[in-house]
């Protein structure tokens, strides 16, 4: 079988998944980030979760998930069967991990060879405690524990192939059967002896018993009238008591009437309270408003806070006098620098108009038309430098003042630009808070009104929170109330019912009590039916030894019947107890063909692990195993070794015993918890080594602590494995 995805909500695991692949998956982890969780949660689905433990550490007490979710699982597999998905859920509180499904990969199409109680061992050949003990490797349980199971299994492998006996099973029966027959002073044979003691015994004393047999008659005889008179006043003491416990009926019958009726009128006033589940039910809905409220606070004072920086972003930004524009626009907003400084259009027909009237003069005057020409051109061309002097000066004056501004500008626009883009960012913050108030508020709303309709149901008037709660704690009173008054109703009915039921006739003799107490009376009656039951049960011994007397022959057959019996009983102890040895003895043989195969293939494993260091593995009939090194001439238990060495050679032992009673077929996953963290650095490289090459015929999935293994592997191995790294401790 592969496994190919698991999916937990399980202790620590919520909604977690593992991807697995074929062959070797180291599982790299930090310590408390559920890799002892995973391997649980994989042997409990495969396995089921053991609901009957009730001590504290038991699983469905320690797995329950930290976030209060109910347990459930994925396993998604090969096998077999096909493509299959595993599902276990929790449908009832009580049952964790109770509902069960198996359903063919990506279809609804159940798997009937599947059920919640044989899931495991249909997937993987082996019961739950044969897994444990091979292929299910941990830290802390690397030691091999022997168990009926595995057991079964071993002698499976070394007989017939047939795994429904085992020794313990097969002694414990014989034990059984020797033990009815002769048990220290108990057993068949025991009492036949003892029978026959009697009879002897019986013949030894007939005579003198017979003798006796007519005092014995008249002592009775004289007992009679003495009883006779005893029972009589305590028949007088029983008529009183039957009178007395016929008046605790009629009491009690009362008593349940009365509590009928105070039932009756709390469920009158409670007609239209909800059951105690749906009460609890709100008042979880209730406890998670309060909850929703502390987040509305919480948004309102965010919204508040970001109001308040936004008011102050816009206070600082219309203060400028860039407001109201982008930064872009700012920086390209016209300059209030005046018009631009132009040659006048006037001043050329000006000059020219001045140069005619000047040169007209002149002529008139002069009568010299050159004179008149030069001194109009002269004029002309003196306004025109004076015109052009002017204007240069002006337009001088004109772009120092323009640039003046551009840099005032520019400066401006600097400043402002902050300013903008904190008001920006303010907003943003406000309009997120806004609309955070505002969803939250509305989630508050909608379960207030919610939980004020179903109060309404049986408090009408209730408005708010507080009254909510008011009117909670009110139901749950009243229904605390009729839960309590029917408890006392059931109570008083049932006392009523014992009491009728067993309630004594009406007493057919006075009820007047004697003035002997009963106590004396029935000492007296002990006594006197004392000695009449000891003198019957001796007149009827000598009668009946009396009557076996008078037929000899009878009683002769009887002792020989039961000479014969105890011989034949005795031959049957003695043919058990051969068989004991028989079994003891097969036993034994068992485990010396299984434990040195075991131990050989554990050796080879563990010269590997250590390098050559051991040689031999030797398993005694507990399945404690010992190690020789080959210079040394005898082994040294694992209490002996190191941690380290002990831990590989529990790891060997184990690692043997799946190849050698894991189905063949079935190519079981081995799952190790932290099973190399006493490794050091050589040795752990010889393990996984071996797991690599292990990995080739079954799935492995090694759970560690340490960066180590995926460090060597990434060296040695590259591509040659599959590396999964959890996240870390939350």
Known sequence: MQIK??????????????????????IEAPNESGKSTWTAFLRVMLYGLNTR???????????????????????????????????????????PMGSFSAVYTGTTDPVKELTAAGCGEALLGIPQDVFERSAYIRQTGLAVEQSKALEQRITALVTTGEEDTSFTGAAEQLRRQLNARRHNKTGLLPQIEEEQRALRAAMDQLDALAASAGQTRRALEALRPQIEEVETLLARHDAA?????????????????????????????????????????????????????????????????????LRQAEKALNAHAFAGLTPAEAASAPLETGPKPAMPRWVLPAALLAGLLLGGVNAFFTHLWLVAVGSCLGLFGLAMVVSFWLFQKRKKKWDANSAQLEQQREEAVAEYTPLYEAEAEARAKQQAAQAAWEAVSASAATNLDSILTQLRSFRPLVRNLPEACEALN??????????????????????????????????????????????????????????????????????????????????????????????????????????MEVLALSNATLQTRFSPALGERAASIFSSLTNGRYNRVLLDRAMTPSAQQPDQLSPHEGSQLSQGTADQLYLAVRLAICEMVLPAGRAVP??????????????MAAALDYLLTVSGRRQILLFTCQKREGDYLNWAYPNRFHHIKLGTAQ
Do not use: C
């Open 474 to 579: 009110d139901a749950f009173l009243l229904r605390g109330k009729l839960e309590q008054a029917q408890r006392r109703e059931d109570e008083a009915r049932h006392r009523w019912e014992a009491l009728r039921d067993a309630a004594p006739p009406i007493p057919s003799v006075p009820a007047q009590r004697p003035d002997i107490s009963r106590e004396q009376l029935r000492l007296r009656l002990t006594q006197l039916q004392s000695q009449d039951a000891s003198l019957r049960r001796e007149l009827h011994t000598t009668l009946g030894r009396i009557q076996a007397q008078g037929d000899p022959e009878e009683l002769r057959q009887r002792v020989q019947a039961l000479t014969e019996n105890q011989a034949a009983l005795q031959k049957e102890f003695d043919a058990i107890a051969l068989a």
């Open 53 to 95: 433990d009730r001590s504290p550490n038991a699983d469905k007490r320690r797995y329950m998930p930290w976030s209060g979710s109910a347990m459930e699982g994925v396993l998604d597999a090969s096998s077999d069967l096909g493509e299959v998905t595993i599902l276990r859920r929790t449908a009832r509180a009580n049952s």
């Open 5 to 26: 995805r698991l999916a937990a909500t399980f202790g620590r695991l919520e909604q977690d998944q593992l991807e697995l692949e074929p062959g070797l998956n180291v």
């Open 241 to 309: 008591d039957q009178a007395d416990e016929l008046r605790k009926v009629e009491s009690a019958r009362l008593d349940a009437g009365s509590a009928r009726d105070r039932v009756k009128t709390l469920e009158s006033n409670s007609r239209a309270l909800p059951t105690r589940p749906e009460l609890e039910a709100l008042q979880g809905r209730v406890e998670a408003l309060s909850s929703i409220n502390d987040a509305v606070d919480s948004a309102k004072s965010r919204l508040d806070l970001t109001s308040h920086n």
């Open 670 to 683: 081995i799952v190790l918890d932290d099973a190399l963290v006493n490794f050091d650095d050589q040795r």
